[in-house]
């Protein structure tokens, strides 16, 4: 990294929402040195997550714009700022939506990776240090997105939302990891933790949802049931461990009858990935097993949402439970499971469906729009 850029506004090309729904604009920005426990890096590679989509169009939220995108990326630290000793020039890194303090009760839990400082907030554009952005444009601030906004070829960072990874991981790869691939299958490995030889149903074959596929193929599961009302998505799940498909639309009664049939009396695990409706979340609490079964909620609810079921659904020993980036500590866990990359333990490439420039940018929501895509990722370099 060039050291003549240390301490100086940086001039770089990123990605501007300046209206809910409206075309990204290809801008050149300032983006400002970083402040105290900040990081500035380069962003090399951004993938689009559909967080990303679902706050460009403004739905369930505060609209906050302009605003730059994007938190699933791989990048170069390019400088950092006071206090930070944990991450130098030229380090490989993941920016995360979500973070570690490594000091409050939360990070100090081996229960809970739900940073009192550093958890994922929605609504706050400004960096948490003096509540200022590190953008702008003709002197004109432009908002930040959960912390990370990789949209950008240069995006500052806190310090705690930052994994150092392996200096030999491919970017245009291991980015992904940084969001929903790690979402899913830590929802699977390390909240849902099918035995083997269990039943396991996935609600939603999106990214997560084949994600989670994965992690319950990787714990040993004999039938991952995939449930999901688009056909097309049921092509290529068996790549990710599905052995069984399931559309609702093809039955005329609620699904978690259908599948207590298919199972006798109900599946082991289940795992909700759709985000759909609240009525999904209840059936796959409904479809699994009394006794032991365990439903897991990764998806976010409106916030009006409100679940029913009957309590003795409870009582007869079925658990429900939720899940934050698949418990995954950011800074702690994320560069193993950048390892379990490099040892081959795990593809990410089955999950690389596109790719484009960050001029073609809008070419990625397209896709994810019309349900033709994984992941697409965006190279901020081309």
Same mark, same amino acid.
């Not at 083997?196 to 989670?212: C, D, E, H, Q």
């Given at each position: ?51 990303? $989509? ?12 302009? @605003? ?14 006071? /206090? ?7 380090? =490989? ?7 570690? #303090? ?12 739900? #940073? ?10 400004? !960096? ?5 952005? @590190? ?5 004109? *601030? ?12 240069? +995006?500052?960072?806190?310090?705690? #939302?930052?994994? =150092?990874?392996?200096?030999?991981? *491919? ?14 299958? /830590? ?20 990214? $997560? ?7 319950? @193929? ?12 688009? *056909?097309?998505?049921? =092509? ?11 559309? *609702? ?10 599948? %207590?049939? !298919?199972?006798?009396?109900?599946? &082991?695990?289940?795992?909700?990935? +759709? /985000?759909?409706?609240?009525? $999904? ?8 097993? &009394? ?12 916030? &009006? &949402?409100?679940? =029913?079921?009957?309590? $003795? ?5 079925? +658990? ?34 596109? %790719? ?11 896709? !994810? ?6 992941? #697409? ?6």
């Amino acid at each position: 990294m060039s050291s003549s850029t240390v301490g100086q506004t940086i001039r770089c090309k990123a990605a501007v929402a300046w209206e809910a729904g409206k075309p990204l604009a290809i801008e050149e920005i300032e983006v400002a040195p970083p402040q105290k426990m900040e990081v500035r890096m380069k962003i090399h590679f951004t993938s689009l997550c559909h967080s990303d $989509v679902y706050f460009w169009e403004a739905r369930g939220q505060q609209p906050l714009f302009p @605003r730059i995108l994007g938190h699933e990326a791989g990048g170069v630290v390019e400088s950092v700022g006071e /206090g930070v000793t944990s991450l130098k020039p030229g380090d =490989k890194v993941l920016p995360l939506f979500t973070g570690e #303090c490594g000091k409050c009760r939360h990070c100090r839990s081996t229960e809970s990776n739900l #940073c009192d400082l550093l958890r994922i907030n929605l609504d706050r554009g400004v !960096m948490l240090s003096d509540g200022k952005t @590190r953008f702008s444009k003709d002197g004109r *601030p432009i908002y930040h997105f959960v912390g990370t906004s990789t949209f950008s070829q240069y +995006t500052v960072v806190h310090a705690g #939302c930052v994994a =150092k990874i392996n200096q030999e991981a *491919p970017l245009d790869k291991v980015c992904v990891l940084s969001c929903g691939i790690s979402t899913g299958m /830590g929802a699977a490995l390390n909240v849902a933790k099918p035995t083997k030889g269990s039943t396991v149903a996935i609600f939603g074959l999106g990214t $997560v949802g084949l994600a989670a596929a994965e992690g319950a @193929r990787i714990a040993g599961a004999s039938r991952i049931i995939g449930i999901d009302i688009n *056909p097309n998505r049921f =092509k290529n799940a068996s790549k990710f461990g599905v052995t069984e498909f399931v559309n *609702p639309q093809d039955h005329d009664k609620p699904i978690q009858e259908v599948l %207590k049939e !298919m199972t006798d009396g109900g599946v &082991d695990r289940s795992i909700e990935c +759709t /985000g759909v409706d609240i009525s $999904v979340t209840v059936s796959a609490f409904e479809c699994v097993h &009394d006794g032991w079964g365990v439903a897991v909620l990764v998806s976010l609810p409106n916030k &009006d &949402d409100l679940f =029913k079921t009957n309590p $003795v659904n409870f009582l007869q020993g079925r +658990t429900l439970t939720g899940t934050f980036f698949g418990n995954y500590k950011p800074l702690s866990d994320i560069p193993s499971v950048v390892e379990k990359y490099m040892n081959k333990e795990l593809e990410v490439e089955k999950f690389i469906t596109h %790719k484009v420039s960050l001029f073609d940018i809008n070419k990625a929501f397209d896709y !994810m729009l019309k349900g033709e895509s994984l992941r #697409c990722i965006i190279d901020m370099d081309a």
